[in-house]
């Protein structure tokens, strides 16, 4: 294993980052980090070459803290994957849904699928993540507890499936970002690209509609943009944007252009160009 590229991801074995890093690069070697600093931290320091950053859920929406870490990161973005979420309820061997008096995961994990949980009568324990509640039900050897995660975290904690897929909504999506160190650009004979960038405006009236007409001139669709505060006064907001395009284009070079002139100097920086995900396909 010491000689395969190594994958920084946020939790423990089990979790749903960690089965991301197996679909998106099953010949790399997925490694658990407790916090997204530390993650992010492992790359920036060489233990791992990449890192798997989720941003946003189709159910949660977007995962706190981690727009303010990204721009600070130092690191590049290389390419997007879309997970399915899959939730199991998850006992130790030999035990019954009958038996199960209460069930372990994170906050989210137990939201999205609270209409299963009222209607079995279990009563939902909010835990810190979904692949450590499968650990402690493990530990627990209780015919009465159960969890609520992925079957990779059944697999790894010895747990038996005691019923598939139990998610309210079948529809369950979590968007990651791969990040590295260096830059990488695709060709530009790429169909399909996204590039994300931040920026922060000067205090101007209708600054950012100004600012984000040039896309619109130039014809690049906004496929995600969101604003959130940063640094100790609030009010200083920086905004985060997805865009189909490629960076070396002439219509995204204008586009940025424009936007440069409406923001404070050296406010305005690519994060990343990337190959579109094939998933996106599915979702227009």
């Given amino acids: 294993m010491s000689n395969l590229q190594k994958i920084a991801f946020q939790g423990v074995p089990g979790a749903y980052s960690h089965l991301s890093c197996q679909a998106f690069c099953p010949d790399w070697e997925p490694v658990a980090y407790d916090s997204f600093s530390g993650m992010l931290r492992a790359v920036q320091n060489g233990e791992c070459s990449y890192a798997m950053v989720p941003v946003e859920n189709s159910t949660a929406g977007r995962v706190a803290d981690i727009h303010h870490m990204l721009p600070e990161s130092g690191l590049h973005i290389?390419?997007?994957?879309?997970?399915?979420?899959k939730h199991h309820l998850l006992g130790i061997k030999g035990t019954k849904i009958s038996y199960i008096k209460e069930v372990h995961s994170h906050e989210q994990g137990l939201a999205q699928c609270r209409k299963t949980l009222e209607r079995l009568g279990i009563e939902p324990v909010i835990h810190s993540d979904t692949a450590g509640a499968a650990r402690d039900v493990s530990s627990w050897n209780d015919p009465s507890k159960a969890a609520i995660a992925s079957k990779l975290a059944a697999d790894i904690y010895g747990l038996e499936i005691l019923m598939d897929e139990i998610t309210d909504m079948t529809l369950n999506t979590t968007r990651f970002l791969i990040m590295q160190k260096q830059i990488k650009i695709p060709d530009t004979k790429f169909d399909n690209t996204h590039c994300t960038f931040v920026f922060s405006l000067r205090s101007v009236p209708a600054a950012l509609y100004k600012a984000l007409g040039g896309f619109a001139t130039n014809g690049i669709n906004l496929?995600?943009?969101?604003?959130?505060?940063y640094g100790n006064q609030m009010q200083a907001v920086q905004f985060y944007v997805d865009c189909e395009g490629h960076i070396e284009q002439e219509n995204m070079q204008l586009a940025l252009e424009e936007l440069k002139f409406y923001c404070l100097p050296n406010a305005?920086?690519?994060?990343?160009?990337?190959?579109s995900s094939p998933y996106r396909q599915n979702i227009k």
Avoid: D, N
């Fill in 78 to 85: 290389i390419a997007e994957h879309f997970q399915p979420v």
């Fill in 223 to 229: 496929t995600k943009i969101e604003s959130y505060m």
């Fill in 268 to 275: 305005v920086r690519v994060l990343g160009c990337y190959p």
